[in-house]
């Protein structure tokens, strides 16, 4: 069964470190989300990605965070400057098709944990 | 504004016990749509259901089954004879029309004893 796979599983960084989370969406998905879990707390929206353009992005997205899709296959969450609060496990999701009726596939997370 | 409120935090029953996991949302919107998402040990959420807004009828897959009710605004999530494997985080989620998002509740932690 085709999954969204998520690298690495735990991300150790030192405050004020760049990192980058990456994906593997499911292969004839064509939007792609990230979402991040502080612990213990809900799963909270962070940004959704279409046709190599962000189509929408939470209040939590600010310019600190950036995505990419630098290939056919990858799509990446990079967080420029960590902060100890960007501590969360951040989930890659993808989908066929937008909208709210769709049913998004998610990663098993990236644990990172801002030292 | 939207909200996804699951007031049971944490519940604990014995296997085959029947549990019931509450879900009330709110939304201005007319037409949305309501998920449940597993959420076991290993971390990964795992989509169980969703519902449009205009379909009030109750589903049942297997031992599961989610009762809808527009009155009260609530999409329970009800699992009847409870197995250890359906120990999980179990959260309710609400997306609204022209939005790809998922708006989710804090989740409520089953525990399901031997």
């Known amino acids: 069964e085709p999954e969204v796979t998520q690298t690495p599983s735990h991300q150790v960084t030192q405050m004020g470190q760049e990192v980058i989370l990456r994906c593997v969406p499911i292969?004839?998905?064509?939007?792609f989300y990230w979402y991040r879990q502080i612990l213990g707390q809900k799963v909270e929206f962070l940004v959704s990605?279409?046709?190599?353009?962000?189509?929408?992005k939470s209040e939590i997205f600010d310019d600190q965070f950036s995505v990419e899709r630098p290939d056919g296959s990858n799509f990446t969450l990079k967080i420029r400057s960590t902060k100890l609060e960007d501590s969360a496990m951040y989930f890659c999701?993808?989908?066929?098709?937008?909208?709210?009726?769709?049913?998004?596939?998610f990663g098993q997370g990236t644990r990172l944990t801002v030292v | 504004a939207q909200k996804v409120t699951q007031a049971q935090t944490e519940i604990s029953v014995v296997e085959k016990e029947d549990v019931t996991l509450d879900c009330v949302y709110e939304?201005?919107?007319?037409?949305?749509?309501l998920f449940w998402y597993k959420q076991p040990p290993s971390g990964e959420l795992v989509f169980l259901i969703r519902?449009?807004?205009?379909?009030?009828q109750n589903e049942i897959s297997g031992r599961y089954s989610w009762n809808f009710q527009k009155s009260t605004s609530s999409f329970n999530f009800t699992i009847t004879a409870s197995q250890v494997v359906d120990s999980a985080v179990y959260f309710c989620?609400?997306?609204?029309?022209?939005?790809?998002?998922?708006?989710f509740g804090t989740g409520t932690r089953l525990q399901v004893f031997p």
């Open positions: 990605f279409y046709n190599n353009e962000i189509s929408e």
């Open positions: 989620a609400l997306s609204e029309a022209n939005t790809d998002k998922l708006i």
């Open positions: 292969s004839n998905h064509l939007y």
């Open positions: 939304t201005r919107d007319t037409t949305y749509y």
């Open positions: 519902r449009n807004s205009f379909d009030e």
């Open positions: 999701a993808s989908s066929e098709r937008g909208g709210p009726a769709t049913e998004a596939f």
